[in-house]
């Protein structure tokens, strides 16, 4: 049986597999490659990278550190995760692992605007779309942006961003729905409102271009602020308790309310940032290690 099955090998689950692999322990990684962090063209905010790193260095640095002290990691999907007796069962097509914990470290998936595929990618790698201002608002100081989305949370977004350029337009997937006191905050910011729905998207001279009503649009850079799937499933079928978005509930040591179940990363409730999961990262694998000697003394 193995101390530990990590899912998910982005940012949380690598850093959790080089902890948990140098303090001797037995893990098993599997990760379909979906990491949001191999979407990041440059990240200029993670720290001890002066000229900023791709997300895909980023990752292959931190695969080869745990390869380095043993991770065996799968390229495949966990499709199920139950509890079993003295730990847990973990399911990968028609095989099923048991592991003495989990960590579950599988993130979040961004809803897109709607765009062709191929575009939307070609616009991500050249900053024209953007996902994360907490990330990159500083690349975009005294550019003309825009965000696409309404309500509560995209409001938010566009009033994070009137901090770093006065340039911000708030673009309605179809027509504005705004609670009165955030109408009254966009407005005094000078954060322009356009209804939706608009279309004709392209890349046209380094700008994101599109249609709506009123005519012809173009930004350097557009936030889509459409939320995310939290990809929760697997500890949410399990037992672990979840937010009504379905991000998991985590006390300060990374526990779910399912014990012996574990969430680093994006996937449990905090700041979606590199950083921030390889902390949660951290503090869960030495949870793990002292839960795990608790139970039988690690010594070696
Ligand atoms: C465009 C963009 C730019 C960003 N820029 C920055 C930045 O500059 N700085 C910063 O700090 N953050 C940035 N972020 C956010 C950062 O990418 C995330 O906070 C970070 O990747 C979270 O790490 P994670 O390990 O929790 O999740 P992820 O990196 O998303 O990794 C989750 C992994 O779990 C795997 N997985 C999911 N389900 C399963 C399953 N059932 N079985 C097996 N594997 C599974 C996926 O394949 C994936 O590899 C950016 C995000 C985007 C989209």
Known sequence: MDDC???GGGPAGLTAAIYLSRYHLKIRLFDCGSSRAALIPCTHNHAGYPDGVS?????AAMRAQAEKYGMVREAAKVTGLRAAERGFAVRIADREIRARSVLLATGVVNHRPPMPDDLHDAA???GRIRYCPVCDGY????RRVAVYGTGEHAAREALFIRSFTRDVTLIAPDRHDLPPDQSAQLAAAGVALIDGPVGGWAIEREQ????AE????AFDSLYPALGSHIRSELAVEAGARADERGCLEVDDHQRTSLPGLFAAGDVAKG?????????EAGVAATTIRNMLNAEAPLWR
């Open 5 to 7: 099955i990590i899912i």
């Open 55 to 59: 997300g895909l260095d980023l990752l």
């Open 124 to 126: 991500l790698a050249q």
């Open 139 to 142: 690349e975009v100081t005294d």
């Open 208 to 211: 994101l271009a599109l249609s």
């Open 214 to 217: 009123g005519g012809h649009l």
């Open 271 to 279: 700041l979606d940032q590199i950083s921030h999961a390889m902390g």
